[in-house]
């Protein structure tokens, strides 16, 4: 098992995103940008991980399963892991120090960086990169014979500094001893009047401690988010990532540009996505489903073989074989058992309906528990609501209700019971029994013949 441990810088404003929100909490492929780092930490093998929280330090806590400690000014980065400092003094091993706005992170960039930070077997390594334009960035300014010296920030650049286009990611490593020896030494004399976590290294390098810088071709996954727009450049990046490890699992996507899955989703072999989907939250799917066109999954369970189409799922769970569509509408606290085919224009809501029961058309079924093989004809609504109480309707097995019936809850159909079409049923229908709930019908002879 390794030693690493995270601290991931996350108490910034993010300022340039006009936002209420943390920074930090914006979601990328339906997934707050910290819980990506967090995820990418851990895929490195990150044994503990350390969130610094400041703006929005609430919400930032409530949405991550991680240690947090609150900088409560922000002074600069090397103030940020300062703050660390009481959790971490006395351990031995290495930090890795992160940003919480980098969700493009992976587990494989982390590991190569943590891996020559042990192979080199200094106190610092710090992950850089060459790049076109270094326009922002601190420089990562080298010795005469290529070994490391220090990182100065733009604001703080010479003309010369300012030419070279090796930039320093904001990502690495250190031992941790090292670390917090070198903090306490950091000033705040630069343009910013901030303290500056990347001194830590010339500070140490002074010492004759070994650091070193290295420097990744995969830069574009160390990529920050400070706008909207690069907000929106990221999720199209995650997104494909996301199609293309789904796609090499065994799932077909007809077309990956107009189908769009979160980063947690799980789905099966041979699953066949439809365009125009979106698939998100915790949502699993089984094997040799076949969803779409236009269908919206949240949350949503479902097991294998199910089909569906124009149909929008939450928060509920579909066993296997369930048909679904078109226009119809599952609510939160539903369970299809398996068999369940749902037609055209249905809403289901906190409800079970049992194997092989049909809702094939324009039904709302709510607060319900219907069983086996039961027949819900055409238009039948269970009455769930009096204007001030919700009640439950109760359908046993093998039922079978006419159509367009009414069914007044409290109420309870009994197993084999039939409804005639057009009945409102208000009281309990018992076992086999037929019910008609309506007015007879009575014909007048030649009514119009004699209304002449
Ligand atoms: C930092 C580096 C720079 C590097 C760049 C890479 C410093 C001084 N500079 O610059 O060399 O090229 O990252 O993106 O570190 N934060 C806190 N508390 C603070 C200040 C910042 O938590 O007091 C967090 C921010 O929320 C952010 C991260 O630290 O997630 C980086 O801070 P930021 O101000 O964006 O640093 P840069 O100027 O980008
Ligand atoms: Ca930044």
């Given at each position: 098992m390794?030693?690493?441990?995270?601290?991931?810088?996350?108490?910034?404003?993010?300022?340039?995103?006009?936002?209420?929100?943390p920074?930090?909490?914006?979601?990328?492929?339906?997934?707050?940008?910290?819980?990506?780092v967090?995820?990418?930490a851990?895929?490195?093998?990150a044994?503990?991980?350390?969130?610094?929280?400041g703006?929005?330090?609430?919400m930032?806590?409530?949405?991550?399963d991680?240690?947090?400690?609150e900088?409560k000014?922000?002074?600069?980065?090397g103030?940020?892991?300062?703050?660390?400092?009481?959790?971490?003094?006395?351990?031995?091993?290495?930090?890795?120090?992160?940003?919480?706005?980098?969700?493009?992170?992976?587990?494989?960039?982390?590991?190569?960086?943590?891996?020559?930070?042990?192979?080199i077997?200094?106190?610092?390594?710090v992950?850089?990169?060459?790049?076109?334009?270094?326009?922002g960035?601190?420089?990562?300014?080298?010795?005469?014979?290529?070994?490391?010296?220090?990182?100065?920030?733009e604001?703080?650049?010479?003309?010369e500094?300012?030419?070279?286009?090796?930039?320093?990611?904001?990502?690495?490593?250190?031992?941790?001893?090292e670390?917090?020896?070198?903090?306490?030494?950091?000033?705040?004399?630069n343009?910013?009047?901030?303290?500056?976590?990347?001194?830590?290294l010339?500070?140490?390098?002074a010492?004759?401690?070994?650091?070193?810088?290295?420097?990744?071709?995969?830069?574009?996954?160390?990529?920050?988010?400070?706008?909207?727009?690069?907000?929106?450049?990221?999720e199209?990046?995650?997104?494909?990532?996301?199609?293309?490890?789904?796609?090499?699992?065994?799932?077909?996507?007809?077309?990956?540009?107009?189908?769009?899955?979160?980063?947690?989703?799980?789905?099966g072999?041979?699953?066949?996505i439809?365009?125009?989907t979106?698939?998100?939250?915790?949502?699993?799917?089984?094997?040799d489903?076949?969803?779409?066109?236009?269908?919206?999954?949240?949350?949503?369970?479902?097991?294998?073989g199910?089909?569906?189409?124009?149909?929008?799922v939450?928060d509920?769970?579909?066993?296997?074989?369930?048909?679904?569509?078109?226009?119809?509408?599952?609510?939160?606290?539903?369970?299809?058992?398996?068999g369940?085919?749902?037609?055209?224009?249905?809403?289901?809501?906190?409800?079970?309906v049992?194997?092989?029961?049909?809702?094939?058309?324009?039904?709302?079924?709510?607060?319900?528990?219907?069983?086996?093989?039961v027949?819900?004809?055409?238009?039948t609504?269970?009455?769930?609501y009096?204007?001030?109480?919700?009640?439950?309707?109760?359908?046993?097995d093998?039922?079978?209700?006419?159509?367009?019936?009414?069914l007044v809850a409290?109420?309870?159909?009994?197993?084999?019971a039939?409804?005639?079409?057009?009945?409102?049923?208000?009281?309990?229908?018992?076992?086999?029994?037929?019910?008609?709930?309506?007015?007879?019908q009575?014909?007048?002879?030649?009514?119009?013949?004699?209304?002449?």
């Open positions: 390794s030693d690493l441990v995270t601290v991931i810088l996350a108490a910034g404003k993010g300022t340039r995103m006009k936002s209420k929100l920074k930090v909490l914006h979601k990328v492929a339906g997934k707050p940008m910290v819980n990506h967090l995820d990418a851990k895929a490195a093998g044994v503990r991980n350390i969130v610094v929280t703006f929005g330090g609430e930032v806590r409530q949405a991550i991680a240690e947090c400690v900088q000014e922000q002074l600069g980065t103030h940020a892991v300062l703050q660390t400092k009481e959790l971490l003094e006395g351990t031995d091993g290495v930090v890795m120090v992160l940003c919480g706005d980098t969700p493009l992170l992976t587990g494989e960039l982390l590991t190569s960086l943590y891996e020559a930070h042990k192979r077997g200094g106190v610092a390594t992950l850089t990169a060459i790049v076109p334009n270094p326009k960035y601190g420089r990562v300014i080298r010795r005469p014979d290529e070994t490391f010296l220090k990182i100065v920030e604001k703080d650049a010479t003309e500094e300012q030419r070279v286009k090796e930039i320093n990611s904001g990502i690495y490593c250190f031992n941790i001893k670390l917090f020896s070198a903090l306490s030494e950091v000033k705040n004399d343009a910013q009047g901030e303290y500056y976590l990347p001194d830590v010339e500070i140490l390098g010492k004759g401690e070994k650091i070193a810088a290295y420097a990744t071709k995969n830069y574009d996954l160390t990529l920050g988010i400070n706008s909207r727009a690069q907000l929106a450049a990221a199209k990046i995650l997104r494909k990532r996301k199609n293309d490890e789904l796609m090499a699992d065994g799932v077909t996507l007809m077309d990956p540009d107009t189908t769009f899955i979160d980063a947690d989703v799980k789905i072999r041979d699953t066949v439809y365009p125009f979106w698939i998100e939250g915790n949502t699993v799917i089984g094997e489903c076949e969803l779409g066109p236009n269908i919206r999954l949240q949350n949503a369970t479902l097991g294998n199910v089909t569906g189409q124009f149909t929008y939450h509920a769970v579909i066993d296997d074989n369930v048909t679904l569509g078109q226009f119809v509408h599952i609510r939160p606290d539903s369970h299809l058992m398996s369940v085919k749902i037609g055209n224009f249905v809403e289901v809501k906190n409800s079970n049992g194997n092989n029961t049909k809702l094939p058309h324009l039904s709302y079924i709510g607060d319900s528990d219907i069983g086996d093989d027949n819900m004809g055409c238009g609504i269970t009455v769930n009096d204007g001030k109480k919700k009640f439950r309707t109760k359908v046993g093998r039922a079978f209700v006419g159509c367009n019936s009414n409290p109420v309870e159909v009994e197993d084999d039939y409804i005639g079409a057009g009945s409102t049923i208000t009281e309990n229908v018992p076992k086999s029994s037929l019910a008609l709930g309506r007015a007879r009575v014909n007048i002879h030649e009514w119009n013949d004699k209304r002449k």
